[in-house]
């Protein structure tokens, strides 16, 4: 037997078949039915290869994001001009350590709130999510509640938009379906926006991309969800990070406006580094270089790729004029260890301590 909820979105799953752009509203719509009602995962895996073939526009990721919004979890206590998030699309074709996660505890040291998106490694030995997991936070248990309190107490917490709201639990078992079980490991809108919904009401955030080609699309996806600013970024030799080892391709917007720029390892006052100085070492090394970035134990290439994230937070949250301005108070934070006692804090308030000095032990 047919679901009428999903046989009222194919008309539209026909338009865009056809390689038609979606609205805002029709794309909420196809996705708002398909979250809810599509158990198999055909629909969902319709719409995503039809999207991402033709190409994603603003509008569709829009829809996509307010569907998350809509039957997401939200936190309207934690809006704030000092809280921001550090994340981006995953999927890089060059593999590093794990950069916004080690960025978004120096950013915290200095004072601002941090709800950080993770997820677990896909196509990277670790996501943010199996570092947290190393010490004993779970993202699958940091509920709605948790999230809000240990963001207050500690300045950071992690968590899956996913997994704070019952609503979301069947988008939950087709994503894992279809993107897991199935091994379809395709690009797709997912990919691109679902770590962009958060419950928090956000003002600001720094987003890295997996390619230079979604930059303009997601600084104007931005703008439409309200940001005041942000940057998208796509850094070489192929990561979603702001790159010390080649360029950086930078949209940065403010408002409704926007402008587009390159950054150097030169123009933000660092190093040139080479590709094996930042590459992953596998899950275990890339635990363990989270860990010596945040004591101050690492001052090389890895530190100095975490602090030019870090001050391009700093950046986007007014505190500067320029990125490379931030750059040497993120990397005294480092140096400090003050990150590594937010950690502490973390683990203290949502982990199991004994994890964080059984890892402390091997570095």
């Known amino acids: ?148 309190k240990t963001i207050k107490k500690v300045g950071i917490c992690p968590y899956f938009g996913s997994f704070l709201s019952p609503s979301l639990a069947n988008i939950n078992q087709i994503d894992r379906k279809i993107f897991v079980d199935k091994r379809l490991h395709i690009r797709s809108p997912f990919h691109l926006a679902t770590n962009i919904y958060s419950p928090a009401l956000l003002k600001y955030r720094i987003y890295g991309c997996y390619s230079e080609k979604y930059l303009e699309v997601l600084g104007e996806l931005f703008s439409k969800l309200g940001y005041e600013r942000s940057l998208v970024f796509y850094g070489y030799p192929g990561i979603p990070e702001i790159s010390n080892v080649g360029k950086t391709i930078v949209v940065e917007q403010n408002g409704k406006k926007f402008k587009k720029y390159i950054l150097t390892p030169s123009s933000l006052g660092i190093r040139r580094a080479k590709p094996e100085d930042i590459k992953t070492g596998g899950k275990e090394q890339n635990i363990i270089d989270f860990l010596r970035i945040l004591q101050g134990k690492e001052r090389g290439p890895k530190a100095d790729l975490a602090a030019i994230n870090a001050a391009a937070a700093f950046y986007v949250l007014g505190e500067s004029e320029t990125i490379a301005s931030s750059v040497p108070k993120a990397l005294g934070i480092i140096k400090s260890g003050e990150g590594f006692r937010i950690l502490e804090r973390l683990v203290q308030a949502a982990g199991q301590p004994k994890l964080l000095q059984a890892w402390l032990t091997k570095i």
């Not at 194919?10 to 158990?39: H, W």
């Not at 670790?126 to 010490?135: E, Q, R, Y």
């Open 1 to 148: 037997m047919t679901n009428p909820n999903l046989d009222k979105i194919v008309p539209i799953l026909a338009k865009v078949v056809d390689g038609q752009n979606l609205t805002a509203q029709e794309s909420e719509k196809v996705f708002t039915n398909i979250f809810l009602y599509d158990k198999e995962g055909y629909h969902l895996a319709t719409i995503i290869a039809a999207i991402h073939a033709k190409g994603e526009t603003a509008d569709e990721l829009l829809g996509f994001v307010n569907t998350y919004r809509k039957l997401g979890a939200r936190i309207n206590s934690l809006s704030s001009d000092k809280l921001i998030d550090l994340s981006g699309t995953g999927g890089g074709t060059f593999k590093t350590i794990n950069v916004s996660t080690t960025a978004s505890f120096i950013v915290a040291a200095a004072g601002y709130k941090v709800a950080k998106e993770a997820f677990y490694g896909v196509t990277s030995p670790t996501g943010s999510a199996d570092i947290f997991l190393a010490f004993g936070i779970d993202i699958r248990k940091i509920s709605k509640n948790v999230l809000e």
